[in-house]
């Protein structure tokens, strides 16, 4: 039995923080290091020489992930995987994925401090492309072999650009998939983020423990109709795409609020064709992404709406497609690695509360491979990748002391 007093050390880990957040520092004190960009690769340089100082073995994998691995007495032991990631969107804060990665490595260096031998080897790690500058959890779908073998063709329409990134960072591109690992080999895998949105801090809760991470669909809706001279067409008889596309997103959002209060909606991006203020629209495609924590419900919200689509084009003689083309199933996370969080929140007298995160995480790649679990700590204002994130420090330092006593207490069950 590990006693609770057992804590990080919180001024290392700020020392630490503050270095990382000098890396990619914008004008405006935002972050930016986009992945396998020059400063996510000097992040990686940072972080390599930090496992190095600590005595830990540095491990690279064949698509870039970088480990720092405190190894146990026994070599055909199973690791339990901790981590994160640290690179950011364009114009990010300091505290998105930099923080798991950190207070992952600060609870390897406090367990090893004390002395601490456990059954497990423990393996903090920095995934590869999580925020998918090229190709969305590019680190983690390659750890657990769900990479796609055209991985390439799917990278945002830039094969050659992410190529030629991948090998400026030392990655070979045909080698990527030898990443992939063996799922019996793990003993599971676990991380700390801050929530991203404000649920915590309204409700004044410490922790919150992950139940499970929202599934994800994304669509692209074609709405036809014929073009013509916008000042000579009658107003009574136009085939306005625009007008028909408008009315479907400003009805979908009033039909998820209505009717799925647990899922969420975005239309992020509408192009209108021919695009010109004197020719009426005669095709406009919307881009939507909805979610739901339900993958049914998520089913049935996505048919939802490609009905009204179809009756949102028939008000305006109008036709529609939809076409999806991309999905993220729901994902579960593992009630032994809940109740290793929560058995930790209670040893360290935290608050906690179960809920779901609505944000894509690598947990929800490797819930399908390993047991899996996450744990968030509060975002002031809920704002995330932007400059203004911000978490408060004893929040981070509560987050990081629940890391490290669930780490054990997964540890210690095997």
């Not at 390439?152 to 591109?173: Q, W």
């Not at 000042?231 to 799925?260: K, N, P």
């Not at 995330?384 to 981070?396: G, I, K, L, Q, T």
Request: hydrophobic share 40%.
């Amino acid at each position: 039995m590990v006693s609770s007093n057992l804590k990080i050390n919180h001024e290392r880990l700020l020392a630490d923080f503050e270095q990382l957040s000098k890396i990619g520092l914008t004008a405006n004190n935002g972050i930016c290091r986009l992945a396998l960009s020059r400063e996510d690769l000097e992040a990686r340089s940072w972080f390599a020489d930090r496992i190095e100082e600590a005595g830990f073995l540095v491990h690279d994998d064949d698509a870039g992930n970088l480990s720092g691995i405190l190894p146990c007495d026994n070599p055909k032991a199973k690791t339990l995987l901790i981590g994160s990631h640290l690179d950011t969107v364009l114009n990010a804060g300091r505290y998105d994925g930099a923080v798991g990665v950190l207070a992952a490595f600060e609870s390897l260096r406090t367990i090893n401090e004390a002395g601490i031998k456990l059954p497990v080897h423990l393996e903090v790690i920095d995934f590869t492309d999580d925020e998918g500058a090229w190709q969305p959890m590019f680190g983690s779908l390659s750890l657990t072999g769900r990479l796609p073998k055209n991985y390439l063709r799917d990278a945002n329409g830039e094969m050659s650009s992410f190529r030629a990134a991948l090998i400026r960072a030392g990655i070979n591109p045909e080698h990527v998939h030898r990443a992939r690992r063996a799922a019996a080999d793990l003993a599971g895998y676990i991380e700390v983020h801050i929530e991203q949105g404000w649920r915590l801090e309204r409700s004044r809760v410490d922790i919150g423990v992950v139940t499970g991470i929202v599934g994800r669909s994304s669509y692209q809706y074609a709405f036809h109709g014929q073009a013509g001279h916008s000042g000579t067409s009658s107003m009574w008889e136009r085939r306005d795409a625009l007008q028909g596309a408008a009315i479907f997103i400003t009805r979908a959002h009033e039909l998820v609020r209505e009717h799925y209060p647990e899922g969420v909606i975005n239309c992020g991006n509408v192009e209108v064709k021919p695009g010109t203020r004197t020719i009426i629209p005669s095709e406009v495609i919307v881009t939507i992404e909805c979610r739901h924590v339900d993958e049914a419900m998520l089913s049935e919200m996505e048919q939802a709406l490609i009905g009204l689509a179809h009756e949102c084009a028939q008000a305006y003689r109008l036709t529609v497609t939809s076409d999806r083309f991309g999905h993220i199933a729901t994902a579960m996370m593992s009630d032994s690695v809940i109740g290793a969080i929560e058995k930790a929140c209670n040893q360290l007298g935290a608050t906690h509360t179960r809920l779901a995160s609505y944000a894509s995480h690598n947990a929800q790649v490797m819930s399908t491979f390993t047991e899996s679990g996450m744990l968030f700590i509060p975002s002031v204002n809920g704002i995330s990748h932007n400059p203004a994130e911000f978490s408060r420090w004893e929040d981070v330092v509560r987050g990081t002391n629940v890391l490290m006593h669930a780490i054990l207490n997964m540890a210690l069950r095997q």
